[in-house]
């Protein structure tokens, strides 16, 4: 920047995201949802990740979209899965050597295991046992296998 | 997006972030820091907002170097000062219609109140007393004006 004075009239530039070399691009995730999707990734506070992120982005397909890049880093299963909770609707496209290389769905799976806390205090998964969590995945939220507790909204607050 | 096969030898597309209209551009935040001025402006987990982040840019003036948009929204003064403290070379740019209208850096005070919690329990600031937090702003850190306590890190994890 040359000189801190008011500047009139110039306009703002654009393109501020290249197209990345190698990582991934995270699509179609739930309008809003972008910023959970990067705790799911561990991505919290200051970071070292190149990342790219916009939300609310006007999308022909599911009204609003956020979509994620993170370059150098190709996403686990585990993570997958944790998105898969807050954007069903979420495509993982990997890039390598600035290629889309795969290009697929998150799978939304029937039950999830070790992946959201349970609310319920009383709940076995939340007692000193060596049992791990787990849901069935509805259409309209989560319900405990162990203790039949129904999570119906802010999912992604629960998940571990 | 038509079918879910695999697509090789596709370039993945660039250009995610178009100029904004009306709001913020939050230039030359120190690299990482991005996510942190974030949560400054109140916008965590799941959010209505408009906003474009990208991280750890090759920046030719400070190495590295986060950039936020935010639609819509122009910031207040409160909110500028907190960024100064984690982002001190940052630039605002305010955009109206899509021009720059004004343009200036962030201001590092000499004293901050009320916008740092004082990590010391001790603190008479920390009391149920009517006093507000009170730092003063050094080089490297800051200086608590009633129990000298210093901040040397990690200083967005006190930003009140």
Same mark, same amino acid.
């Given at each position: 920047?040359?000189?801190? @004075? ?21 699509? +179609? ?9 990067? $705790?799911?990734?561990?991505? %919290? ?8 992120? @916009? ?9 609003? $979209? &956020?979509?994620? $890049? ?33 290009? +697929?769905?998150? &799978? ?18 939340? @007692? ?11 259409? @309209?939220?989560?319900?405990? %296998?162990?203790? &039949? ?8 607050? +629960?998940?571990?």
């Amino acid at each position: 920047m040359r000189g801190d @004075a008011i500047r009139r009239r110039r306009t703002e530039e654009g393109l501020l995201i290249r197209p990345i070399r190698n990582g991934t691009v995270i699509d +179609h995730i739930t309008g809003g949802e972008a910023l959970n999707v990067l $705790k799911i990734l561990g991505i %919290t506070g200051s970071t070292t990740e190149e990342i790219s992120v @916009a939300t609310n982005v006007e999308s022909g397909k599911t009204g609003r $979209k &956020d979509v994620v $890049k993170v370059e150098n880093r190709e996403l686990r299963k585990e993570e997958v899965d944790r998105i898969a909770l807050i954007a069903p609707r979420a495509t993982i496209n990997i890039i390598r050597d600035y290629q889309v290389c795969e290009k +697929h769905r998150v &799978d939304s799976p029937r039950y999830v295991t070790g992946v959201v806390r349970c609310p319920n205090p009383g709940c076995i998964s939340n @007692a000193n046992e060596p049992i791990e969590s787990r849901f069935e995945v509805l259409p @309209a939220g989560l319900r405990c %296998t162990y203790c &039949d507790w129904r999570i119906t909204r802010d999912l992604s607050s +629960h998940i571990i």
